[in-house]
């Protein structure tokens, strides 16, 4: 890495930490030696701030219960205040241990079973998880794929709306998997579509602070006071600055009636309280984060050129769709193998690299596969080059 503080190249060993992405294939993928390019986090260490402030908070030895204090709040507030000029006020937030735990208390307190909640497919997949168990029902607002990059089809989005049972909108922005990060027209259109519907927004801003270099990212409920009033915004820190093991993250709800909706959904279902260590880190990681993320932003531009290169002059039959936002990058493969169990086959069994399968999205995702970049090139190298072996291999036994 060029001339900044971090080491984005550096190797840590992951083995033997609990990690989901790492440690926990057998059970997921069916093999152990897998290189894992698939759930969102990072192969880097959280900026050194984060470290020192949970060393002193671990040296402290008492580990009971722990609130949130107004230090906390104005970390993130300033945060917003900072980057995105967007002011928030402390009696709007609603803690929940995650964005996804955060969704499915979104979907209690706001439907009823049997309603309709919108999504645009191919979409994060927990996404559709939180809706059928819950018993509600996905009505998908597909997004239209041309000319290499996905936009909104707001046309049908108009129809959707309409149905009768349809009463919520998850809206991914940015979106996960495809990297879009919506403008504001596209925003401003989608939201005067859900309003005139009486269609409440979940607006999930997970991924905001991870966009390549020159998009801008608008905050849904800054769009107008009336978008405000009609949605909530799901945040976090931990797609930012990797601390997803933290399970912590901010709901902003400015309107009163349903932020008290919200909280007695959380009183009657969790109650919960966060973990002594999160606030610690969060707190750390907005105060004193922000050059670390700078740097890792310029990273993660330079490991994504380094993917394009890569396919471009060793698989060109594989399309990359260039992400806007997110170190999760959507490629088609479909040139390759368009059954998405062969793919998947192909991906595992001869590649030997765990990646989130395109079908798993649904929706138009047959064919893809997401792979994580947010890892040393050196990793990500190694991943392509299986990745090119086996795809030649398959090819030559066809
Ligand atoms: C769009 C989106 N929402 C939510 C999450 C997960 O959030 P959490 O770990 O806070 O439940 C992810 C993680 O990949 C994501 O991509």
Not at 91 to 119: S, Y
Not at 171 to 196: F, M, T
Not at 302 to 329: A, C, D, M, S
Not at 355 to 384: H, M, Q, S, W
Request: aromatic share 12%; hydrophobic share 35%.
């Amino acid at each position: 890495m060029g001339a900044g503080k971090y080491d984005f190249d550096e190797l840590t060993d992951r083995k033997g930490t609990n990690s989901v992405k790492w440690n926990d294939l057998k059970n997921r993928f069916g093999h152990e030696d897998l290189l894992p390019m698939w759930v969102a986090d990072m192969d880097f260490k959280a900026p050194k701030p984060v470290i020192d402030a949970l060393n002193a908070r671990v040296e402290h030895g008492i580990y009971g219960y722990s609130y949130l204090e107004d230090s906390y709040y104005n970390s993130i507030i300033n945060w917003y205040k900072r980057r995105y000029h967007w002011e928030l006020k402390k009696e709007w937030f609603v803690f929940t241990p995650g964005v996804v735990p955060a969704i499915n208390l979104a979907i209690r307190a706001f439907t009823r079973p049997g309603d309709g909640v919108i999504v645009q497919g191919p979409v994060y997949y927990p996404f559709y998880a939180s809706i059928e168990s819950n018993g509600r029902h996905v009505i998908n607002n597909p997004l239209i794929f041309g000319n290499d990059r996905y936009e909104m089809n707001l046309e049908d989005l108009e129809k959707k709306a309409r149905e009768p049972t349809a009463q919520m909108m998850i809206l991914c922005s940015p979106h996960n998997p495809i990297g879009r990060v919506w403008d504001r027209e596209e925003l401003k259109r989608l939201g005067e579509i859900c309003n005139e519907n009486n269609i409440l927004v979940i607006a999930d801003e997970i991924h905001s602070d991870l966009r390549y270099p020159g998009i801008s990212f608008t905050n849904y409920a800054t769009i107008s006071e009336e978008f405000a009033q009609n949605s909530i915004t799901c945040t976090a820190a931990s797609k930012t600055f990797n601390l997803a093991g933290m399970q912590i993250s901010n709901v902003i709800i400015p309107n009163r009636k349903l932020r008290q909706q919200y909280e007695n959904i959380v009183e009657a279902t969790s109650s919960p309280m966060p973990n002594t260590f999160a606030a610690v880190a969060v707190e750390a990681a907005y105060n004193e984060g922000e050059d670390w993320l700078e740097e890792l932003r310029e990273y993660l531009k330079e490991n994504l050129e380094f993917l394009k290169r890569y396919l471009h002059e060793n698989l060109p039959e594989v399309k990359v769709v260039e992400p806007q936002g997110t170190y999760l990058v959507w490629v088609d493969f479909s040139k390759i193998e368009s059954d998405p169990a062969r793919l998947e086959k192909l991906m595992l069994n001869d590649a030997k690299v765990a990646l989130d399968e395109g079908y798993i999205f649904r929706n138009g995702g047959d064919g893809f596969e997401r792979i994580n970049i947010a890892c040393p090139r050196t990793i990500l190298e190694k991943a392509l080059e299986q990745i090119t072996r086996a795809v030649r291999n398959y090819q030559r036994n066809l």
